[in-house]
């Protein structure tokens, strides 16, 4: 009872509570994963009042939109800063691509949720499929370049939702053991990563049918 009372009245020490909270929340689910988290639990790891969160999350569905949210902008400067070195429109798909992989692969609780919370609303966020620098627009912005002006909207969607899920498809799978032998002949699991890459069809020009 007596360390309940000192939790309820522990003051908030954040000039930023929100902002403390989820990276809280971060760090748990990096930790321990999405079954670890609470609102409860969070608080704890922020060290602020249990009460504290619902200053700003009604409930852990609320928090898991706002850890989602944060994913998808670390997708997008993760793909920003690779597409703004790469030469080519080819090497930009190869490059965001890769960038894509391998973001699933540093962080596959962070991208558990992303995609938790996509499903959950049967829907990429907004702002994911609408602001011309997210990741999914990244994509398209790519394709668009590579075919130029004379691409029809249909064909460029659909080149972009190929692209979107054969990235993520080899996300899935890039740690398989049947590539071992294939990534030991190509260099490494980045080298056989972009050769994956480089030979799906849909970075090469749109053809409608």
């Not at 360390?3 to 000039?15: M, V, W």
């Not at 080519?88 to 991208?111: C, D, H």
């Not at 049947?178 to 053809?207: I, N, T």
Request: glycine share 6%; with cysteine; charged share 25%.
């Amino acid at each position: 009872m007596r360390e309940a009372a000192t939790a309820e009245a522990r003051p908030y020490h954040h000039g930023d509570l929100r902002r403390a909270l989820v990276d809280a929340a971060r760090r748990i689910l990096e930790a321990e994963g999405v079954g670890a988290l609470s609102l409860r639990a969070v608080a704890r790891e922020a060290k602020v009042s249990p009460a504290a969160p619902y200053h700003h999350f009604k409930d852990k569905g609320e928090l898991l939109d706002a850890i989602a949210h944060e994913g998808w902008e670390d997708l997008e400067n993760a793909m920003t800063t690779v597409r703004a070195s790469a030469a080519t429109p080819s090497e930009k798909m190869t490059a965001i691509g890769a960038a894509y992989v391998r973001f699933a692969r540093q962080n596959p609780a962070l991208y558990r949720v992303m995609y938790d919370v996509s499903r959950d609303k049967d829907s990429l966020p907004d702002h994911v499929q609408k602001n011309d620098d997210s990741a999914y627009c990244q994509v398209r912005a790519t394709i668009q370049e590579t075919n130029g002006p004379a691409v029809n909207e249909i064909d460029l969607e659909l080149a972009t939702i190929a692209a979107w899920c054969a990235a993520h498809g080899l996300a899935e799978m890039l740690s398989f053991k049947q590539f071992d032998p294939l990534k030991e002949q190509l260099g490494g699991e980045e080298a056989f990563m972009r050769a994956v890459l480089q030979h799906l069809g849909m970075f090469s020009k749109v053809h409608a049918p």
